[in-house]
């Protein structure tokens, strides 16, 4: 079973920057992408990012041009790095892993972005 653990989350100031991590515990056979999801307080899930095997990303509207996704040459680590945070951003952040044969979940990390 694949674990998938992040890092790196806090508390910020707005205007400021955090840079999550997201390791995966062993080689995921068939991946196709990883990615980041987040859930604000009384809000639903929501998909924030992702990135290809191949290196191909992709953000949601809300982020573009603010948080940058990158894969590593193992393909076993993703990264999230966020600049410009808002209060808005404030949320449990999750990676996921997307494969052929299986998905995975981390547990989530909390960012909070003060005013």
């Not at 191909?56 to 894969?71: E, H, L, M, P, W």
């Not at 590593?72 to 052929?100: F, R």
Request: glycine share 14%; net charge neutral; with cysteine.
């Amino acid at each position: 079973q694949v674990q998938m653990v992040e890092s790196g989350g806090g508390l910020v100031q707005a205007g400021g920057s955090l840079r999550l991590s997201c390791t995966a515990s062993t080689t995921i056979h068939g991946l196709n992408a990883m990615e980041w999801y987040r859930q604000g307080p009384g809000k639903q899930r929501e998909w924030v990012a992702s990135v290809t095997s191949g290196g191909s990303a992709n953000y949601a509207d809300s982020v573009k041009g603010r948080f940058t996704i990158s894969i590593d040459n193992t393909k076993t680590i993703v990264s999230l790095q966020m600049n410009g945070l808002k209060p808005e951003d404030t949320a449990v952040y999750y990676c996921y892993a997307e494969s052929y044969g299986a998905n995975y979940w981390g547990q989530g990390i909390q960012v909070t972005v003060s005013s």
